[in-house]
């Protein structure tokens, strides 16, 4: 049974960096074959797929382009987990962040989530 | 405003069948057959109902169903069930390695 463990603070300050991380259980990030994603829900935007990390021989990255010149989502081999780094955050980054595997290897569906953590942009 | 359109608001009675529309475009729903169906009650995250337009996910009752036709996709609800009443979201792969999500639609079990 795979699970994926949400850590990292609820507050961020403007044009600060949002940080979070996504642990592993079940399976490896270095997996050949899902991609490991972060995705945000508010109420102003709704669902929202920000980006993913895989391994296929190398390491890949995709961001969407709403945020891919802020965005940086890195895997921890060693760790087992995943990170999402935002850069420059405004109130309008305000949101509940979840992690998500995409166990079809494209772009498809995601069939494991984290829990979810709430991220306040605010001073 | 979301990439694909679905209702605010669908309901029935126990027993009843519900549909819920999803509407985008050649770009996205209409273009690919992965189109993919989320359950979310309040305060949870979401949980995977269909994928690639019609497939359950093992554990997923097969009172939920889904379907498309050209840039709509449909989930259905057969024989309505109280723990049924959440909101609904479906995403479609929408190229360029994007995908998007609909705006929602939360069903009432009356």
């Known amino acids: 049974q795979v699970q994926l463990q949400q850590s990292g603070p609820g507050l961020v300050k403007p044009s600060q960096t949002l940080s979070l991380t996504c642990g592993i259980s079940?399976?490896?990030?270095?997996?050949?074959?899902?991609?490991w994603n972060w995705i945000r829900q508010s109420p102003s935007r709704g669902l929202e797929w920000l980006g993913r990390?895989?391994?296929?021989?190398?390491?890949?990255?995709d961001y969407a382009g709403s945020v891919k010149s802020r965005i940086t989502i890195n895997p921890d081999t060693s760790k087992n987990q995943f990170s999402l780094q935002l850069n420059s955050v405004t109130p309008e980054d305000t949101a509940v962040y979840y992690c998500?595997?995409?166990?079809?290897?494209?772009?498809?569906?995601?069939?494991?989530w984290g829990q979810g953590t709430l991220v306040t942009v605010s001073s | 405003q979301s990439a694909l359109t679905q209702p605010p608001s669908a309901s029935g009675s126990p027993g009843q069948s519900v549909t819920i529309s999803c509407t985008g475009s050649?770009?996205?729903?209409?273009?690919?057959?992965?189109v993919s169906w989320y359950q979310q009650h309040p305060g949870k995250a979401p949980k995977l109902m269909i994928y690639?337009?019609?497939n359950r996910p093992s554990g997923v009752p097969n009172r939920f169903s889904g379907s498309k036709s050209g840039n709509t996709a449909s989930l259905t609800v057969s024989g309505l069930q109280a723990e049924d009443e959440a909101d609904y979201y479906c995403?479609?792969?929408?190229?360029?390695?994007?995908?998007?999500f609909g705006g929602g639609t939360k069903l009432t079990v009356l």
């Open positions: 998500a595997r995409d166990s079809s290897g494209w772009v498809d569906y995601f069939d494991y």
């Open positions: 079940g399976d490896r990030v270095s997996s050949n074959s899902a991609t």
């Open positions: 990390t895989f391994h296929r021989s190398k390491w890949y990255n």
């Open positions: 050649s770009r996205d729903v209409g273009g690919y057959i992965y």
């Open positions: 690639e337009v019609s």
């Open positions: 995403s479609s792969y929408a190229g360029s390695n994007n995908v998007v």
